[in-house]
């Protein structure tokens, strides 16, 4: 039986790959349909040096679709197998994942490689995004190195430097005048538009569910470099969840395939100004209500309306984790701390850390603390 793998978890609906799907005829957002992940006991064994190496762990398209394994072989650019080290060389106890290593210098590489391959699998021509900066930037490079024409809708207050970015790729950057959910309003009804002629394929981060399938690949890393363990405690930025729903996704994988008891205690880490997640939290809600972002420096992290924000909440709390905010206050000085260790971070990473160090000088104890540094600093100077 062919393998279809979106799903819709309101109505049951099942689509295969090459609808282009990106939401359910119900209006709901799409899932990956279940499937059972294998993971080789050493994936690093398998001579492929990128996120890659870890496909059988992805749902298997190969079987159903013949292009599938020559996409993802031509979209790849080694992204993925990035430095987990401490952030001081005194203190083992704190490590950072330097996942700015990366072809466009974002993490969001690892969701862009496997979404892009997914569509030049699909027979798409054409990729339509929206994005604070850079998710597009990382979908435009993976556009131009599988061949396929590229727009990319932003926020009109973007950083020049992202923008330039997805415009030095070949694509078209879109800015829109406006809030963030405008932005995002903007790219949705091109892609609906461009879908009309089956071509188009909605690159969206946050609507396609294959995204998750690539940022999972930040705990299979973790994992492995820590010799077959999971740190004690995880932090991560929400925005709108794309870190946090694959560290989800790959934990729950671990413990299915039993090579871990139990996942780390994740700590998802929103900007003070614009912390929908943290309110529904707090206050004990299971939907994420909109908030009026009061604005922030972690620019890549405000989101007011999180779509997959219900989501999100629900995979934190089946995992005993919490949200906290970061404090505003302290991101410019999280920067330079984390910069006097080596490390040139953007803006938004910094936001992380700004929660990590207001959170240990309070005398918490958490433990092995993996953070990721998920931007180089040239994205925001």
Same mark, same amino acid.
């Given at each position: 039986?062919?393998?279809?793998?979106?799903?819709?978890?309101?109505?049951?609906?099942?689509?295969?790959?090459?609808?282009?799907?990106?939401?359910?005829?119900?209006?709901?957002?799409?899932?990956?349909?279940?499937?059972?992940?294998?993971?080789?006991?050493?994936?690093?064994?398998?001579?492929?040096?990128?996120?890659?190496?870890?496909?059988?762990?992805?749902?298997?398209?190969?079987?159903?679709?013949?292009?599938?394994?020559?996409?993802?072989?031509?979209?790849?650019?080694?992204?993925?197998?990035?430095?987990?080290?401490?952030?001081?060389?005194?203190?083992?106890?704190?490590?950072?994942?330097?996942?700015?290593?990366?072809?466009?210098?974002?993490?969001?590489?690892?969701?862009?490689?496997?979404?892009?391959a997914v569509a030049r699998a699909a027979g798409a021509r054409r990729l339509v995004q929206d994005s604070s900066?850079?998710?597009?930037?990382?979908?435009?490079?993976?556009?131009?190195?599988? #061949?396929?024409?590229?727009?990319?809708? =932003?926020?009109?207050?973007?950083?020049?430097?992202?923008?330039?970015?997805?415009?030095?790729?070949?694509?078209?950057?879109?800015?829109?005048?406006?809030?963030?959910?405008?932005?995002?309003?903007?790219?949705?009804?091109?892609?609906?538009?461009?879908?009309?002629?089956?071509?188009?394929?909605?690159?969206?981060?946050?609507?396609?569910?294959?995204?998750?399938?690539?940022?999972?690949?930040?705990?299979?890393?973790?994992?492995?470099?820590?010799?077959?363990?999971?740190?004690?405690?995880?932090?991560?930025?929400?925005?709108?969840?794309?870190?946090?729903?694959?560290?989800?996704?790959?934990?729950?994988?671990?413990?299915?395939?039993?090579?871990?008891?139990?996942?780390?205690?994740? =700590?998802?880490?929103?900007?003070?100004?614009?912390?929908? =997640?943290?309110?529904?939290?707090?206050?004990?809600?299971?939907?994420?209500?909109?908030?009026?972002?009061? #604005?922030?420096?972690?620019?890549?992290?405000?989101?007011?309306?999180?779509?997959?924000?219900?989501?999100?909440?629900?995979?934190?709390?089946?995992?005993?984790?919490?949200?906290?905010?970061?404090?505003?206050? #302290?991101?410019?000085?999280?920067?330079?701390?984390?910069?006097?260790?080596?490390?040139?971070?953007?803006?938004?990473?910094?936001?992380?850390?700004?929660?990590?160090?207001?959170?240990?000088?309070?005398?918490?104890?958490?433990?092995? =603390?993996?953070?990721?540094?998920?931007?180089?600093?040239?994205?925001?100077?």
């Amino acid at each position: 039986m062919k393998y279809e793998p979106y799903a819709c978890p309101e109505c049951g609906a099942h689509y295969p790959l090459e609808s282009l799907a990106f939401r359910c005829s119900c209006g709901s957002l799409l899932d990956i349909a279940p499937f059972e992940p294998r993971f080789p006991a050493s994936a690093a064994g398998s001579g492929e040096r990128s996120i890659f190496r870890y496909v059988e762990a992805m749902p298997p398209l190969a079987a159903d679709c013949p292009g599938w394994t020559a996409a993802w072989h031509q979209v790849s650019m080694g992204e993925g197998l990035t430095p987990l080290v401490p952030l001081d060389a005194a203190d083992a106890g704190i490590l950072v994942k330097v996942d700015y290593a990366m072809p466009t210098l974002s993490f969001k590489d690892r969701g862009a490689a496997v979404l892009v391959a997914v569509a030049r699998a699909a027979g798409a021509r054409r990729l339509v995004q929206d994005s604070s900066g850079n998710a597009g930037a990382s979908v435009a490079a993976y556009a131009a190195r599988a #061949g396929m024409g590229c727009d990319i809708f =932003v926020p009109a207050t973007t950083s020049p430097r992202k923008v330039s970015q997805i415009e030095a790729y070949g694509a078209r950057a879109v800015l829109v005048p406006g809030t963030r959910e405008d932005t995002a309003a903007a790219a949705l009804e091109a892609a609906e538009t461009g879908a009309r002629d089956g071509s188009t394929f909605y690159a969206s981060h946050v609507y396609n569910p294959f995204f998750y399938q690539g940022t999972k690949t930040y705990i299979y890393e973790v994992y492995e470099s820590l010799g077959g363990r999971l740190p004690d405690t995880l932090y991560i930025p929400l925005g709108n969840g794309t870190l946090v729903l694959g560290a989800y996704l790959a934990i729950k994988d671990l413990m299915a395939l039993g090579l871990v008891a139990r996942g780390p205690h994740i =700590v998802a880490v929103q900007a003070a100004g614009c912390a929908p =997640v943290f309110e529904a939290f707090e206050h004990g809600n299971t939907m994420v209500e909109a908030v009026t972002n009061t #604005g922030t420096e972690a620019e890549g992290i405000a989101i007011a309306a999180p779509m997959r924000g219900s989501r999100v909440l629900a995979a934190l709390r089946e995992l005993g984790g919490e949200v906290v905010p970061a404090p505003e206050a #302290g991101i410019a000085k999280a920067k330079h701390e984390v910069g006097s260790h080596g490390f040139y971070i953007e803006t938004t990473s910094a936001a992380t850390f700004a929660a990590f160090f207001e959170r240990r000088a309070a005398g918490i104890d958490e433990g092995l =603390v993996v953070l990721p540094l998920c931007g180089a600093g040239l994205k925001s100077a």
